[in-house]
């Protein structure tokens, strides 16, 4: 029913100069693979068949990543998984202008009714892939999803904020959304994070946008405008999520995953240990 994932990776990654300026922020590595595999592994692992990458220039190691590579031949047992894990599509956004107008780049290819989106940057360990959670339940209730997660009440200016009220146990059905309000204007402190199921309906709303917060074509207002026409859930989500965009969530990413592998656990372990 969801077959295609829009993956928006055309950003600069300020939060993460100087790195960023000559590495993508999206295959910085989290043990042994690039912060983007978590990401297309949650969505292969979903049911979905192929992704819609929006990249940039300089973006190219994302796709390089996921092609055949000569090193196949040598060392097939590492690398064979990847350059057949799922169909890619890549669009070029030459001039960022904002979340909302990376996903229209979509428009032309996604031709299903709705369709995933997945930020990369928010990278989530759990038992069963988020964004199958979300498919899960938007085959029981059909309409737009929104992956939520409460959040601190200082952190709430860094993301969209939801209001509404619960419906189910992990179910919120959402009347208004506030993109990076003020602590003092948030509604409440359940926080978008970076997966969504929206309807193809979605990219007229786009197109007729104004520039929202930041002078920047926000996804938050677009899903406003349609949410007279379709619900708009949150989903809170069963995982793990770490902000790889930022240091502190990308080393903590680290620390996390590396703790969870048999072959670097009892080494990160034994050496937190002794120095905490
Ligand atoms: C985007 C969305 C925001 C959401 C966030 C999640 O913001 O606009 O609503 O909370 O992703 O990561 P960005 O972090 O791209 O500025």
């Not at 859930?233 to 965009?245: I, K, L, M, N, P």
């Amino acid at each position: 029913m969801i077959k295609k994932c829009i993956i928006p990776a055309a950003g600069i990654g300020s939060r993460m100069l100087p790195m960023t300026k000559i590495i993508p922020k999206e295959v910085f590595p989290v043990v042994d693979h690039p912060v983007i595999y978590y990401g297309v592994n949650e969505i292969k692992n979903s049911g979905i068949d192929e992704i819609i990458f929006i990249t940039s220039p300089g973006k190219e190691s994302i796709l390089n990543f996921f092609d055949y590579s000569h090193l196949e031949e040598k060392y097939g047992d590492k690398l064979k998984h990847l350059s057949s894990m799922i169909k890619i599509i890549s669009v070029r956004q030459i001039f960022p202008k904002g979340l909302g107008d990376a996903i229209n780049y979509g428009k032309g290819i996604v031709n299903e009714n709705y369709f995933a989106v997945l930020l990369p940057d928010d990278l989530i360990f759990s038992k069963k892939p988020v964004l199958l959670q979300m498919i899960e339940a938007f085959k029981e209730r059909p309409g737009i999803y929104i992956s939520l997660m409460e959040v601190e009440e200082k952190d709430v200016s860094s993301y969209g904020i939801v209001k509404g009220e619960f419906i189910d146990e992990r179910v919120f059905k959402i009347e208004d959304l506030i993109e990076k309000p003020e602590p003092e204007e948030a509604p409440s402190k359940l926080a978008i994070i970076g997966r969504y199921i929206l309807p193809r309906e979605i990219f007229n709303k786009i197109d007729n946008l104004e520039a929202g917060k930041k002078g920047e074509i926000q996804l938050t207002d677009a899903i406003k405008k349609i949410s007279t026409k379709i619900p708009v859930y949150g989903y809170v989500f069963e995982g793990e999520r770490f902000d790889t965009g930022n240091k502190a969530g990308f080393v903590k990413a680290n620390i996390r995953l590396a703790l969870e592998r048999e072959d670097t656990r009892d080494e990160v372990l034994k050496f937190i240990k002794s120095i905490s």
